[in-house]
């Protein structure tokens, strides 16, 4: 995928950004995603321009992170080369949001790291460290504009308040806070997750009819946006787990 000749390393970012967030959510497909990020990477380190390389560094870690996912949700073990290298691209994209001195560059990076021991380690212990530093910084990415961003990290919390330190009430409370955010964003690939979290939160907290209420929307969403069929399944299957609790044998 070719980019004009005068597209600064920025802009190649955002067109990036753009082409991730429909791949990870629509078409499942990445190829074109890290060239893009690769040719904003070429272009910043060309410019001197440390933002927008760690900006395409942090991108290309993310594309390498969504890849492993589509493994997982495969039922394939990523390969420890691949989990090696998003971490290693997040770790770098994270030196650099550091000595630049960016609030929301850091907190990005320092959840693209936790991400890769949350998720790919199934370590708590070793992302909550990371996961921590980046929820003290979330303002940074609201005011950044990175709305997305702040939503993934009040997620990922919600996730650790649900399966790790077990608190079902804070898990909801973090879990409508990523959905607030993302509801704010508009954009109707990132809503059905959300749901899907809070609705797993609110079984959790035996709460299953507001499960079930969000659940169901989530499915509508997921279907009428056209997402990936696994995460139409994802929240399909969500809706039956609440569905099966307002069951009098449930």
């Given at each position: ?55 395409a560094i ?89 709305l997305y ?85 994802d929240a ?15």
């Amino acid at each position: 995928m070719a980019t004009e000749s005068g597209t600064t390393a920025r802009e190649i970012c955002a067109a990036a950004d753009e082409a991730l967030a429909e791949a990870a959510f629509r078409t499942g497909t990445f190829n074109a995603v890290a060239e893009l990020f690769g040719q904003a990477l070429a272009r910043a380190r060309q410019d001197g321009d440390r933002e927008a390389e760690a900006r395409a560094i942090g991108g290309l870690g993310a594309t390498a992170h969504h890849r492993n996912i589509t493994r997982l949700v495969s039922d394939l073990r990523p390969l420890d080369a691949d989990v090696e290298a998003e971490e290693d691209l997040m770790r770098e994209a994270l030196a650099i949001w550091q000595e630049v001195g960016d609030a929301a560059g850091t907190a990005r990076a320092l959840f693209g790291v936790g991400l890769v021991f949350q998720v790919l380690h199934r370590d708590w212990e070793a992302a909550m460290p990371y996961f921590w530093q980046a929820f003290g910084l979330a303002e940074a990415l609201e005011e950044s504009g990175d709305l997305y961003g702040r939503s993934e990290v009040h997620r990922h919390l919600g996730f650790y308040y649900l399966y790790a330190d077990v608190r079902p009430r804070e898990a909801v409370r973090q879990q409508g806070h990523s959905l607030a955010l993302r509801e704010r964003l508009g954009d109707p690939r990132r809503i059905p997750s959300a749901l899907v979290a809070l609705g797993e939160a609110e079984l959790a907290a035996g709460n299953p009819e507001t499960a079930a209420e969000v659940t169901r929307r989530a499915a509508t969403l997921a279907r009428s946006a056209g997402l990936l069929a696994w995460r139409v399944r994802d929240a399909e299957e969500s809706l039956r787990r609440a569905e099966a609790a307002l069951s009098p044998s449930g």
